[in-house]
T-cell receptor
């Protein structure tokens, strides 16, 4: 079975500082990894994905994530946080074979403090 | 660009009633997924369809059923509603034919059971 762990329910960062939202995963074989963001009363918006290739992937709104196979991690990062980045962030994993479902972590609420 | 359309956006039902949610995937997407997100919870996979056939099943109660029609739209039918069914229900679609693809989510249907 595949699973995702987001160890922090809440992350607070001062505006302008770098931010990191942590994610580790468990899956059979190689993973496909994703980050989604959810604003209040809204759907899930895709930020970025890792499929293969370069371990550092860049996504929307200046976010990036680094795939680390040995640590089974896929942490989300941004060099300089904006107040508008405040939202709920979900890490997700799916196996690379078949029409596998996406399994989400429990989410991390990111609050950027002005 | 066309997105995933869900209707209704909000639905209020009494216990033991029936509800039907509709999902219209992005044109040419071949896979539809249904997720349930309870208050403060991560999205939980319910069921998916690939080319109108059920492809995977998650934690979907027996009281729920779903299907995908010839025009690729999907419906989630929920009977004998319980208070615990109150949640945000997301539909997502993807084009699996090209492999490893991003699920695009709709804005969700919020079901409240009184």
């Amino acid at each position: 079975a595949q699973s995702v762990a987001q160890p922090e329910d809440q992350v607070n960062v001062a505006e302008g500082n770098p931010l990191t939202v942590k994610c580790t995963y468990s899956v059979s074989g190689n993973p496909y990894l994703f980050w989604y963001v959810q604003y209040p009363n809204r759907g899930l918006q895709f930020l970025l994905k890792y499929i293969t290739g370069d371990n550092l992937v860049k996504g929307s709104y200046g976010f990036e994530a680094e795939f680390n196979k040995s640590q089974t991690s896929f942490h989300l990062k941004k060099p300089s946080a904006l107040v508008s980045d405040s939202a709920l962030y979900f890490c997700a994993v799916r196996a690379t074979f078949g029409n596998e479902k996406l399994t989400f972590g429990t989410g991390t609420r990111l609050t950027i403090i002005p | 660009a066309a997105g995933v359309i869900q209707s209704p956006r909000h639905l209020i039902k009494e216990k033991r009633e029936t509800a039907t949610l509709k999902c219209y995937p992005i044109p040419r997407h071949d896979t539809v997924y249904w997720y349930q997100q309870g208050p403060g919870q991560d999205p939980q996979f319910l069921i998916s369809f690939y080319e109108k056939m059920q492809s995977d099943k998650g934690s979907i109660p027996d009281r729920f059923s779903a299907q995908q029609f010839s025009d690729y739209h999907s419906e989630l039918n929920m009977s004998s509603l319980e208070l615990g069914d109150s949640a945000l229900y997301f539909c997502a679609s993807s084009f699996e034919g090209a492999g490893a693809n991003v699920l695009t989510f709709g804005a969700g249907s919020r079901l409240t059971v009184l």
